[in-house]
T-cell receptor, first 115, second 113 residues
Framework: DSGVTQTPKHLITATGQRVTLRCSPR?????VYWYQQSLDQGLQFLIQ???????AKGNILERFSAQQFPDLHSELNLSSLELGDSALYFC??????????????FGSGTQLSVL | AQTVTQSQPEMSVQEAETVTLSCTYD???????LFWYKQPPSRQMILVIR??????QNATENRFSVNFQKAAKSFSLKISDSQLGDTAMYFC??????????FGTGTRLQVFP
């Protein structure tokens, strides 16, 4: 158990809908990262928050947004869902920044299926 | 742009044997970190081993060791005494000062009894 909690584990929805994925980092970790894993794109970095502030942005679509709350949990909001958004969404956390090479701990992921 | 390449989509090894997974990366940075992550069928991403680029000594974690060749930008993972539980996808990953962990496309390892 990595200590990173993601809910729900599975999510099935329809095109055009909006969903929210939730992540609770390990106790004491200030950074939260979101990754998308799909068959054709592999593991793609979406966005990072550090202590409530956005720190780094990757290949995140404009239809997607995220935030980190004062209690350090984070939510990833996906709207106007398309079939291609079906993927495994990982949340990860670390104590601080990844540089200088801190370990990143992953949750078990949320499998999103858009029908 | 920083890239990570894993040229072996699939590999197999017999139990108790040794297998080496390859990884190359491209960067102009001099100070960075490299990782190997394991993703078993449960889909959980598990950190296997970490290497700091400024350290010449290769990292080792029990049966897992790396061969880090900085000049060649190569970072291979050696698994000794392979076990059935080592069956998984293995991802090589790289980070420098951007906080983004960049992953390779993965190598699927099957360990046979």
């Amino acid at each position: 158990d990595s200590g990173v909690t993601q809910t729900p584990k599975h999510l099935i929805t329809a095109t055009g809908q909006r969903v929210t994925l939730r992540c609770s980092p390990r106790s004491g970790d200030l950074s939260v990262y979101w990754y998308q894993q799909s068959l054709d794109q592999g593991l793609q970095f979406l966005i990072q928050y550090y202590n409530g502030e956005e720190r780094a942005k990757g290949n995140i679509l404009e239809r997607f947004s995220a935030q980190q709350f004062p209690d350090l949990h984070s939510e990833l909001n996906l709207s106007s869902l398309e079939l291609g958004d079906s993927a495994l969404y990982f949340c990860a956390s670390s104590v601080g920044r990844l540089n200088p090479g801190e370990k990143l701990f992953f949750g078990s992921g949320t499998q999103l299926s858009v029908l | 742009a920083q890239t990570v390449t894993q040229s072996q989509p699939e590999m197999s090894v017999q139990e108790a044997e040794t297998v080496t997974l390859s990884c190359t990366y491209d960067t102009s940075e001099s100070n960075y970190y490299l990782f190997w992550y394991k993703q078993p069928p449960s889909r959980q991403m598990i950190l296997v081993i970490r290497q700091e680029a400024y350290k010449q000594q290769n990292a080792t974690e029990n049966r897992f060791s790396v061969n880090f060749q900085k000049a060649a930008k190569s970072f291979s993972l050696k698994i000794s005494d392979s076990q059935l539980g080592d069956t998984a996808m293995y991802f090589c990953a790289f980070v420098y000062n951007t906080d983004k962990l960049i992953f390779g496309t993965g190598t699927r390892l099957q360990v046979f009894p």
